[in-house]
């Protein structure tokens, strides 16, 4: 999944938007063949903007529409405002037919009532489950229930550093270890170029990145019955991780701390303006943003060395992006045959190519595209050393609010104000309050 804002509103809306949406979900018929319904399709920002959303999507859709006769009315939301704008269609019961939601909303979005329960009816109407990957699938709703999305993009994190600039100086192999890892990024910090791009005013690059530390360090968000537990040292420990690239290596430029559209810590990297990104899978948007391939290089986020107590081997989150389809929409028929088309074989190689993720159905990966070291590596992040974000109904409010207050100590550590372990433990006690 990538960046999105969650206002202190959209908590609330979230407390009382499962009574809401339980009256206004009413699948609103659409038997038939869906043949002449005009769909409509929010997507998330995949590419390198809007505009290039639109420019990648819009042949597709065309293609469904020859295919089909079903059109489709096409709104690419920044992920800044896609979870705002969900809840509030929830809740009003306007929502679009079709929509594209981060994977760890999943088991969130799901308590809403709101969405329509791929159970292996309508599975099977999507060409079956089997198609799917199991790691895909395993982000798509709670546990014991049928899921309430699909997976559209498969993506995991990892280390993107520039070959070029690792060999100037004079570093031959990626970091393995934290302790490597800020060493390296000192030694490629010059008057050109940064060590380290972070997107620290997103919320959820926030969030990932720090649940992430936190599985390494041996902690936990939530507890095995599901009740917060946010002030912990493992999750101090892992925050302060993160604001220690701008307050203490100082190997981020300060100004990252106001990134927050998803796109531009990436851009940094592919432009040259620093030397490593912690980013999900993106080898398509560097391409367009115009990085030689040559120079790019991928590997696992470090691990802390030696290994704390409880820490687990843990470099990614479960990332993706899931395919939804609101109960309310009037064109039942007509929504499930989008999904099964965006999800066919022929176009998860054609869409994932471009956007440089990783197919979500098996059968895309006969594509020579994906048969690279890159993909390769993400592939095997996925499948040994990727953890899901916890699967319970607060997850999203969970994100908003750890995300947030990652976003404001940064801000402080960027501006040269002092965040100790005290304020970090402050800061998680006042979130795990706001939540419960």
């Given at each position: ?42 997507a ?6 809007l ?10 859709l ?47 979005l ?35 229930q ?17 070959k ?50 936190s ?91 030696p ?10 989150m ?5 395919l ?30 471009t ?27 996925l ?12 997850e ?41």
């Amino acid at each position: 999944m990538r960046g999105t804002r969650f206002t202190a509103t959209a908590v609330g809306v979230l407390a009382t938007m499962t009574l809401v949406a339980a009256c206004s979900s009413s699948s609103g018929g659409g038997g038939g063949s869906g043949k002449g319904a005009t769909l409509t399709y929010w997507a998330s920002n995949q590419g390198t903007s809007l505009d290039n959303d639109k420019q990648v999507l819009a042949p597709e859709l065309a293609k469904f529409t020859k295919q089909t006769g079903i059109k489709v009315n096409l709104k690419v939301v920044p992920w800044s405002d896609l979870l705002n704008n969900i809840l509030t269609a929830t809740t009003s019961g306007k929502g679009p037919d079709v929509l594209n939601i981060g994977n760890t909303w999943s088991a969130s979005l799901q308590a809403t009532g709101a969405f329509v329960p791929f159970d292996d009816s309508v599975m099977n109407q999507i060409g079956g489950k089997g198609r799917f990957l199991a790691g895909s699938l395993s982000a798509t709703g709670a546990a014991g229930q049928a899921p309430t999305a699909v997976p559209i993009y498969s993506l995991a994190y990892g280390l993107y550093y520039n070959k070029k600039y690792f060999a100037a100086a004079g570093i031959s192999q990626p970091p393995t270890t934290w302790t490597e890892f800020v060493a390296d990024a000192k030694k490629v910090t010059t008057p050109q170029h940064w060590g380290l791009s972070v997107e620290g005013g997103s919320v959820s690059e926030n969030i990932h990145n720090v649940f992430t530390f936190s599985q390494q360090e041996g902690g936990a968000f939530f507890d095995s019955a599901g009740k917060p537990t946010f002030d912990t040292p493992q999750n101090v420990a892992a925050i302060k991780r993160y604001l220690d690239f701008i307050r203490t290596d100082k190997i981020t430029n300060p100004s990252n701390a106001e990134y927050a559209q998803g796109t531009e810590a990436l851009a940094d990297f592919a432009k040259g303006k620093s030397a490593m990104v912690l980013w999900q899978a993106a080898s398509g948007s560097l391409a367009q943003l115009g990085m030689n391939a040559a120079d790019i290089g991928v590997a696992p986020m470090p691990l802390p060395d030696p290994t704390p107590a409880g820490g687990k081997k843990v470099t990614s989150m479960v990332a993706g992006i899931n395919l939804a389809v609101f109960k309310t929409t009037k064109h039942m028929d007509a929504a499930l045959k989008f999904v099964k088309f965006m999800t066919s074989t022929p176009e998860q190689k054609v869409l994932n190519k471009t956007y440089g993720s990783l197919p979500s159905v098996q059968d895309a990966y006969s594509d020579p595209a994906f048969k690279t070291p890159a993909v390769d590596t993400f592939k095997s992040i996925l499948s040994t050393s990727a953890a899901p974000l916890p699967a319970v109904a607060s997850e999203s409010q969970f994100e908003t609010l750890i995300g947030t207050a990652v976003k404001n100590m940064l801000a402080d550590a960027a501006s040269g104000k002092s965040v100790s372990d005290a304020d970090i433990s402050s800061q998680l006690k006042a979130a795990q309050q706001q939540l419960n």
